[in-house]
């Protein structure tokens, strides 16, 4: 059953932690990404990355970081220089290809909280 | 930088009664996403539009994508309690790749 695997589910980060926050896709997509929500707000874009060994900053970069060294996993570590980190994190994976535009399919997230 | 703006934040209609949202962005979009999340899940895809007027329908959905391509609706008739969740709006600009901008989102509430 194809789809996207984040774990874990909940995560709590002590002050001056790091903290991974796993993503796994077995849709043989090549673009990943990952996005922050908070409460009341949309999807922010965290990093994003098109093909394995590559990956650019998005709009919320800063105390974040990610590697991409598998085609099926894109991790994200949320860095003790993130001074609000709690939030929901979403990761996705698409198709992808300059100026073809198709859905992105969005794993189950991770809640992070600060202890 | 861009921005798509999502109106209403929040909508709380009766069971059977119309909902509508609506996006705007500040620059020309190539292309506009929707998806629907429900509480306590992930967003999930609705639907692409790509072509300026386009109009697509999916049973009591009914998208738009502005002529200037700037602008879209999502209505639902006679909403039910399943369409319960924040439904958002996604744009992509001209050149970029599939890279989206998302909207805050409108929050839809169905008193049955």
């Known amino acids: 059953d194809g789809g996207i695997t984040q774990s874990p589910k909940y995560l709590f980060r002590k002050e001056g932690q790091n903290v991974t926050l796993s993503c796994e896709q077995n849709?043989?997509?090549?673009?990943m990404y990952w996005y922050r929500q908070d409460p009341g707000q949309g999807l922010r874009l965290i990093y994003y990355?098109?093909?394995?060994?590559?990956?650019q900053k998005g709009d919320i970069a800063e105390g974040y970081s990610v590697s991409r060294e598998k085609k099926e996993s894109f991790p994200l570590t949320v860095t003790s220089a993130q001074k609000n980190p709690t939030a929901f994190y979403l990761c996705?994976?698409?198709?992808?290809?300059?100026?073809?535009?198709?859905?992105?399919?969005f794993g189950d997230g991770t809640r992070l909280s600060i202890l | 930088g861009q921005q798509v703006m999502q109106i209403p934040q929040y909508q709380h209609v009766q069971e059977g009664e119309d909902f509508t949202t609506y996006c705007n962005s500040s620059?020309?979009?190539?292309?506009i996403q929707w998806y629907k999340q429900r509480p306590g899940g992930h967003p999930v895809f609705l639907i692409q539009?790509?072509?300026?007027?386009e109009v697509k329908k999916q049973k009591r959905l009914t998208f738009q994508f502005g002529e200037a391509k700037k602008n879209s609706s999502l209505h639902i008739t006679a909403t039910q309690t399943t369409d319960v969740g924040t439904y958002f709006c996604?744009?992509?600009?001209?050149?970029?790749?599939?890279?989206?901008?998302f909207g805050a989102g409108t929050r839809l509430a169905v008193h049955p």
């Open positions: 996705a994976s698409s198709k992808t290809g300059t100026g073809i535009f198709t859905p992105q399919h």
């Open positions: 539009l790509v072509k300026s007027g």
């Open positions: 990355s098109q093909i394995v060994n590559d990956f």
């Open positions: 849709l043989n997509h090549d673009a």
């Open positions: 620059t020309t979009l190539s292309n």
């Open positions: 996604a744009g992509s600009i001209s050149g970029g790749y599939n890279k989206l901008i």
